[in-house]
Structure formats: C-alpha cells, structure tokens
C-alpha cells in the first residue's frame, strides 16, 4: 500500500482545484465548483467503503474512523473542511488516484500495481452502491459558530496551544451537543495539555455513544502538524502511566492512543487495566471489541519456517597405529563438529512507542583440526 502526501504545510483556504492521479500514473488538475465531488474507495480485510469528497471545501484530514463508521447525515461544514480516513490513515493530504470500473469510476488512496506497472482496480463494484451513499452525501449546511470555533480549535492545535485548543473544542460541543465526533477531539487537546482525568473522563462519554449499529470511534491523528509531535505526547503518556500503574485512566488513554495508531497488540495490556477499573470498565470494553474486530479483518503476517542446524557428521572411530613416531592428523572429513550451543535469551529492555531494534551476530571460530572448536551462539537483542 502506497500514498501519496503533500509536505505538512496546513492549509486552511478553499481549494478550487482538484489534483489527482490518473489511471496512468500522470498528475492531473482540473477547476471545480463547490458542488464537484468524487467517490474515494476504502478497504480493510473484507471490509470496503466509500467516502464522498468536495475538494473545493476540503483542507485537510483530521480523523480515523477506526471502525470505518461515519454518520452520513452529518452535514456540519467542520466535516467538510477536515475530513476523515475510514480504518487507517492514510496522511494529512493524500492524493487521490483514479480506479477505472466497468460501471462507475472512482478513487482510492490505496495504490495497487501489477508487476508490468499497470493498475489493478482495488474492487468491483455495482451502480447501487454509488446512487445510495451519493443520496446519503449532499452539500455541506451553511457554516454555524460551532464550525467556527472548531476551525479556530484545529488552528490553535496546530501552533501547540493546547488549552485555548481545549476550551474551543469545548463551546463547539456546547452547541453541537449531539455531535458524537466532537468529544474525541475535545479529549486529545485535554491529553495533549496534560489534563489527564478530564480527557478520561471526556473519553468515556464519548464511547458511551458507541453501539455495535454505530461503531463511531474516532482518533484525530491528524490534529497534530507532524507525526514526532504525537509521538511524544503518547510517550510522555506512556512513561507516567508505567508510573502509575494503578491509575486507570491513564491505562484507558494509553490505549485509546496505540489503538489509534495502530499499536494494536501494545494496546491490549493498559485496555485490560483499564477494564478491571468499574469507572472505566465500560469504555475498556468498547475498545477491546473493536481492537478485536480489527485484528481479526487485517491478514495475518507470513512467517517462515526457522532454519534447521544440519545434524553433524558422524565421527568414524579411528584404528590406533602401533608405536607411531608422530601423531597422525586426522583427514578434514573425520574432523570433530561440536554441537552448537543453545542461544541464550537476552532481557527486553523497556519497550518505547516508536520501534527501533539492534541486530548482533555473532561467529563460529574452529581453532584448528585437530582440536575441538568453541562455538558462540547468535543472540539479538532488541528493543521494542
């Protein structure tokens, strides 16, 4: 899977373009109107969806649907201006790549290409597809005060002021109170601003709403102008939650966060902390059924076979020479191969939330022929 991304300028003005791939690979702009929109193609393990965009509102994607759930009847201008990636991010401003159908053309972030470089259609699709989320996806509303403090929420984000970020998120809610969106992004700039128990408590709210009809869990991955930054804010969380151990809320947030990001399998361990917490037992829940579902829809890595040790040579007896003057050297083929040592179990040490890992080998010397050779076992070490 590759996509395309543009350099994390933010850019907050309407675009009266639209740049896309063709099916050719070639870089193509066409001018729009703010009625044009395109058809985006989204897929993970047997699941498939699509999204409408309107390029002349949309600035940049702000959000993870991590179940692929997005409320179609929301019309609300923020949605438009910042939108979101069902399942996995895909960057802050993907571009787009045309899928030719026998029925319908569209696009998709996912770029997949046959061995002689030509497009491979990512899915085949029918016409009742299209006409039914293209009913569901009409023009944005007109711009409301909620949309405008949002927008100002985003901006102050962006530039790390997380408090004024925090308090905009909180009045857009106070006039959008049912927008089930809105809460997980009040809650990351509460985290980003070191308000733990307040994000936990906004988080549980929001996952409150969350049913198995409407799986509405969303991560704002891209509220941060760069990856680093997210980085840090989550181990930053993950140092004091290893702290306090006994916090749940902190066990819950940790892993709202490795979940957003993909850290599935690291995710599991605070979830259960959290889980065993009454106050938090419930929004654990919710999540780890959903970290479920996900891992069970995405293909699981190939692994091969580990290498086998050839068994050594077996040694013939060798027939004792009456009174030899000098010692006989044995021929190469009767040479002595040791058996090699078991490899020994480094300790891990601390996992971190970005991966990095060292690889040592080691060697196999025989001293001569004649004598039996020492042998060194291969050990990693990696830190995780």
């Known amino acids: 899977m590759v996509y395309y991304d543009r350099p994390h300028l933010i850019g907050h003005s309407y675009h009266h373009d639209h740049v896309y791939r063709d099916y050719h690979d070639r870089i193509c702009r066409r001018t729009i109107w703010p009625r044009y929109r395109f058809a985006v193609h989204y897929g993970c393990g047997p699941w498939f969806t699509f999204r409408y965009v309107y390029p002349y509102y949309h600035r940049k994607y702000l959000f993870i649907s991590l179940g692929g759930y997005w409320p179609l009847s929301y019309r609300y201008t923020r949605y438009y201006w910042y939108g979101c990636h069902p399942y996995s991010w895909f960057g802050y401003y993907p571009i787009a790549r045309e899928v030719r159908s026998p029925s319908y053309n569209y696009y998709t972030y996912n770029y997949y290409t046959t061995e002689d470089g030509g497009y491979q259609p990512v899915q085949t699709v029918n016409t009742g597809i299209f006409e039914n989320i293209a009913d569901q996806t009409a023009e944005p509303q007109e711009a409301t005060l909620a949309d405008v403090y949002f927008e100002e929420a985003v901006k102050a984000f962006e530039v790390a002021q997380y408090n004024t970020a925090a308090l905009k998120f909180y009045k857009s809610i106070e006039l959008a109170p049912n927008d089930m969106i809105l809460p997980f992004a009040y809650a990351q700039a509460l985290l980003a601003s070191r308000q733990y128990s307040k994000a936990a408590e906004v988080l549980r709210g929001a996952l409150a709403k969350v049913s198995p009809e409407k799986e509405g869990v969303f991560f704002p991955r891209g509220l941060y102008p760069n990856e680093e930054t997210l980085l840090e804010h989550i181990d930053r969380l993950a140092e004091r939650a290893a702290q306090f151990s006994f916090d749940a809320d902190l066990q819950l947030l940790l892993g709202y966060q490795l979940l957003g990001i993909g850290q599935h399998d690291r995710a599991v361990e605070p979830l259960m902390n959290a889980g065993r917490d009454l106050e938090n037992a419930k929004a654990a829940a919710v999540l780890m059924e959903l970290l479920q579902k996900i891992k069970k829809a995405q293909p699981e890595p190939k692994t091969s076979a580990p290498a086998q040790t050839p068994a050594p040579a077996p040694v013939k007896p060798a027939t004792p020479a009456p009174a030899p003057i000098k010692p006989q050297t044995p021929a190469p083929s009767e040479a002595i191969v040791p058996e090699p ?44």
Request: with cysteine.
């Open 341 to 384: 040592a078991p490899a020994t179990t480094p300790k891990v040490g601390k996992a971190t939330i970005q991966d990095r890992s060292r690889t040592l080998g080691g060697a196999m010397v025989i001293t001569s022929l004649c004598a039996l050779g020492t042998s060194f076992g291969i050990g990693h070490f990696v830190r995780g």
